[in-house]
């Protein structure tokens, strides 16, 4: 397991590499910027979103709109910051118009993202929305059927426990989803607090989504666990 200023310099050396990516033409000729992914390279919690906006594109940086600032007050709220997770997307170029990502270019992109997960190791994964929910998982289920049920997936060679949430910017379009989202982001602290998924080679993980969800819940019911 590398040390965290050995993986800092990996992602760094990753980054670099990803500036001068062409895989997608259409999106390279267009972008200011490739958005990488930022946060802390050791970190228990990723989250992956869809594509960069206009402001990340600008910046460099994921989710920094008004989707970011409602996730930031999420985070918040179960004791945590942006320094302490690691936030990506499936794309690292924003689509023009903000468009949807087409498959190709999921396809060209997921090596990056791929690699990204195997240096940071994280313990969680949660997925902000349809796509990043459906290419991590494999299946075309949406997110409106899984959003709070953590399971136990393999992600590029790494077993974690996977997490669907509703993206933010979806959540802001509809006030109610906004709720949901923060009732599910609550749980997280749960799903940290539970024994890292076995990896593989060492013991079969436990594929079933429901009993993830439900023995985080039982920590926070049994106080063995606070959510803030």
């Not at 397991?1 to 000729?29: I, Y």
């Not at 992914?37 to 994921?62: K, Q, R, T, V, Y």
């Not at 060209?108 to 991590?136: D, H, Y």
Request: proline share 10%.
């Amino acid at each position: 397991m590398p040390v965290e200023e050995d993986r800092r310099e990996a992602l760094e050396a990753l980054r670099e590499q990803a500036q001068t990516c062409v895989r997608c033409p259409q999106l390279a000729a267009a972008r200011h910027t490739v958005v990488f992914g930022a946060g802390n390279p050791n970190a228990d919690l990723m989250f992956i979103g869809e594509a960069p906006g206009a402001s990340e594109d600008e910046l460099g940086l994921p989710f920094v709109g008004r989707s970011g600032k409602l996730l930031d007050r999420l985070l918040g709220e179960i004791g945590l910051e942006r320094e302490d997770v690691f936030i990506q997307n499936v794309l690292c170029c924003r689509p023009p118009g903000n468009r949807d990502p087409l498959p190709a270019e999921i396809d060209n992109c997921q090596s990056w993202l791929m690699e990204k997960i195997r240096l940071v190791e994280p313990r969680v994964i949660c997925t902000l929305g349809n796509f990043a929910t459906k290419l991590l998982r494999g299946e075309p289920v949406g997110i409106t059927r899984l959003h709070g049920q953590a399971e136990v997936r393999e992600v590029g060679g790494r077993v974690v426990r996977l997490y669907p949430l509703f993206h933010p910017a979806a959540a802001l379009y509809t006030p109610s989803n906004v709720e949901l989202l923060r009732a599910d982001v609550a749980r997280i602290p749960a799903l940290l607090a539970l024994d890292p998924p076995a990896q593989p080679g060492l013991a079969d993980p436990d594929p079933a989504p429901v009993p993830e969800t439900a023995a985080a819940d039982e920590l926070v019911a049994t106080g063995q666990l606070g959510l803030f």
